[in-house]
């Protein structure tokens, strides 16, 4: 395992994600997932990222790690747990930490990352929680997550975050013109997750894959229409140039991550040690400047594709009559509202109402449901007027 280091820690370039712990990704053996972390461990790996919000993840990290925990990194979330609003007030915080402290069974957090953003505090308020925790030595540094980019303009102008964590991965490349700029002005280190693309770089999942029916893949755009046509034809690139490295597909895709600038962990969620050690093979390839620059050439027109595509897709889904099943219809929807603002096409602003009344239909997605959206069809229509 190779090490980067940034400012005063020094993160093993594979880092072990716990989100799987949350049920994001269908169900998870405990004992599996406990073996492939004290393995993790054991290849050197020593970045282990979790959050309040992955249900019992901190306590089952916390206990795993307890034998060599001064050895390993702990990075946490905090901001939100499962079925509550985003809150980033001071006294949350504060109490917060003391909880994760506690959960993880440690007398210190090494990073501390804000989740998700709290529109009604201020980040100076934020900011001066995590640097009294930081003063006290409850945590060591602190980062940013899953924040509208101003929000980490804001953070990282006035305060010292130690990283930007960003959904980075072959089939998921848009922070790198939108975050990891701020990565270079700021000197600020990336963390980069989902580096594996939820699975799909792996080779292992393709048009016939069945999830679990509570994995959050059955909803996420990346899974769906031509945005998961593409990053088959990604993946597919990834293992032509695999072959000739002698690697394989996710190993050369993770291997890209880490090329990128500022970045220095590619995080990824893997809940089994054959997994695992398939991914922490990544670490310390290089990949030739020719072929980068390749693939650079061959994103260009697979993104000028996909656009095309999408456009088509949206356009499909926004005129065709609704059908009876009302999950095809809500994850249709989610996929038109997200796509089209990573196309630019629709602000976050203008459709977050929308947004917050689809989404909150989610866990009960019956025939009842059917009506509320077809009014959602016709405010989503509406916004791309
Ligand atoms: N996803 C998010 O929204 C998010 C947001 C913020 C932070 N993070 C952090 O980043 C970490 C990594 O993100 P992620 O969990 O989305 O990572 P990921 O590795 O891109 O996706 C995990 C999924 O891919 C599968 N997988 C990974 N490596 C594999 C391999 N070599 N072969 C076959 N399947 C493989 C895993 O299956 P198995 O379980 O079968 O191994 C799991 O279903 C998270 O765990 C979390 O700590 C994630």
Redesign the pocket.
């Known amino acids: 395992m190779q090490y980067r280091q940034h400012k005063s820690l020094e993160v093993s370039e594979i ?6 712990l949350s049920g ?3 169900s ?1 053996n405990i004992d599996h997932f406990e073996s ?1 972390v004290r393995h993790a461990h054991e290849i050197g790996i020593n970045f282990f ?3 309040e919000g ?1 249900g019992d993840a901190e306590r089952i990290l916390g206990r795993v790690v307890k034998p060599f925990r001064e050895e390993i990194l702990i990075a946490t ?1 905090v901001g939100i747990r499962q079925g509550t609003k985003p809150n980033l007030s001071k006294n949350y915080i504060y109490e917060a930490c003391i909880r994760s402290l506690r959960q993880l069974d440690t007398d210190y957090i090494d990073l501390y990352q804000v ?1 998700f953003d709290d529109p009604q505090t201020p980040v100076s308020e934020t900011l001066e929680a995590l640097d009294s925790l930081v003063s006290e030595g409850k945590i060591h540094a602190y980062g940013v ?2 924040l509208p980019i101003e929000r980490v303009k804001e953070y990282c102008e006035l305060g010292s975050p130690f990283s930007i ?1 960003m ?1 980075l ?1 072959a089939v998921s490349r848009k922070s790198r013109e939108e975050l990891l700029p701020f990565c270079k002005i700021h000197d600020v280190a990336g963390i980069g ?7 799909i ?2 080779g ?2 393709g048009r016939d894959t069945k999830f679990e029916s509570d ?1 959050i ?1 059955n909803l996420d755009p990346l899974f769906q229409h031509a945005r998961f046509e593409s990053a088959l034809h990604i993946r597919d690139q990834f293992a032509i140039l695999a072959k000739d490295y002698g690697v ?1 597909p ?1 190993q050369m895709a993770i291997a890209w991550v880490l090329t990128q600038p500022n970045i220095v962990c590619a ?6 040690i ?3 050690e ?2 922490a093979g990544a670490s310390g390839l290089t990949i030739k400047r020719q072929d980068l620059e390749m693939l650079e050439g061959f994103f260009a027109k697979e993104d000028t594709l996909l656009a095309e595509k999408n456009l088509q897709v949206i356009h499909s889904i926004l005129t065709t009559p609704l059908s009876s099943n009302p999950i095809r219809v809500f994850n249709d929807l989610i996929y038109v509202l997200e796509t089209g603002m990573d196309m630019n096409l629709l602000s976050e602003e203008s459709m977050h109402s929308v947004f917050t009344d689809l989404w909150s239909l989610r866990k009960k997605l019956d025939e009842s449901c059917l009506s509320k959206l077809a009014n959602i069809q016709e405010r989503v229509k509406y916004l791309f007027q």
């Open positions: 880092g072990v994600g716990c989100y799987a994001a990704y269908g998870v492939m990222d979790t959050a992955y979330k989740h997550g899953h964590l959904e991965s997750f989902s580096a594996t693309g939820r699975g770089l792996t292992k999942y994995d893949r394989t996710v995080l990824t969620g893997s809940s089994k054959v997994h695992l398939e991914n």
